[in-house]
């Protein structure tokens, strides 16, 4: 059954680097997101991407995110200068319509020290 | 922001129990998704719901997409040690984009 990776699974990094989290879609996808989980909190909305484009993101998706598909298997979110409180589950998803069920990977866990 | 009410918070109940949570709000969604997320790992879609008064099974999971479109409810009949976890409801809102709210979860335990 087609599922939704993420890589790595743990990335710890000193506060002010840049880390990039990678995910692959299932392959017929068409739409993808990210969102973040904080230990212990509610999963919260980041970013979702079609055509080659943002097309919503929430307020945490500030100027320090960023995202990208660059190439026809790969989307990627950017953390340019991390922050102790970027500390956290993030998880790609991918569905196949605007309004579909979204497939969850299993995530990263970044711990920004 | 929008936001989603789950109730209860926590529940424990005793092996072979049925259970029923619920996930509200002050707005309306025209599709529900619900989740369940096990430690460490990421959310596992059980149910999706995309019309009101829509009631859809899968295996001991039954929810049921509100008529008010503000609501939603998912049963678990006869429980079993392997359904504890955080059971998360997601909604999309009604002409508001693509993004699904979540809610903060309920947790479950089962006691054998």
């Known amino acids: 059954e087609p599922e939704v990776t993420q890589t790595p699974s743990h990335q710890v990094t000193q506060m002010g680097q840049e880390v990039i989290l990678r995910c692959v879609p299932i392959?017929?996808?068409?739409?993808f997101y990210w969102y973040r989980q904080i230990l212990g909190q509610k999963v919260e909305f980041l970013v979702s991407?079609?055509?080659?484009?943002?097309?919503?993101k929430s307020e945490i998706f500030d100027d320090q995110f960023s995202v990208e598909r660059p190439d026809g298997s790969n989307f990627t979110l950017k953390i340019r200068s991390t922050k102790l409180e970027d500390s956290a589950m993030y998880f790609c998803?991918?569905?196949?319509?605007?309004?579909?069920?979204?497939?969850f990977g299993p995530g990263t866990r970044l711990t920004v020290l | 922001g929008q936001q989603l009410n789950q109730s209860p918070q926590s529940m424990f109940i005793q092996e072979g129990e049925d259970v029923s949570m619920n996930c509200t709000s002050s707005s309306i969604f025209n599709t529900w998704l619900w989740y369940k997320q096990e430690p460490g790992e990421g959310p596992v879609l059980l149910i999706a719901l995309y019309k009101a008064g829509e009631l859809t099974s899968n295996g001991r999971l039954t929810a049921q997409f509100g008529i008010t479109r503000k609501d939603s409810f998912l049963n678990i009949s006869a429980s079993i040690p392997s359904d504890v976890g955080i059971y998360f409801c997601?909604?999309?809102?009604?002409?508001?984009?693509?993004?699904?709210?979540f809610g903060p979860g309920t947790r479950l335990s089962v006691l054998p």
């Open positions: 991407f079609y055509n080659n484009e943002i097309s919503e």
């Open positions: 998803a991918s569905g196949g319509g605007p309004n579909n069920e979204q497939f």
């Open positions: 997601a909604g999309q809102l009604l002409n508001y984009g693509q993004n699904f709210v």
């Open positions: 392959s017929n996808h068409l739409y």
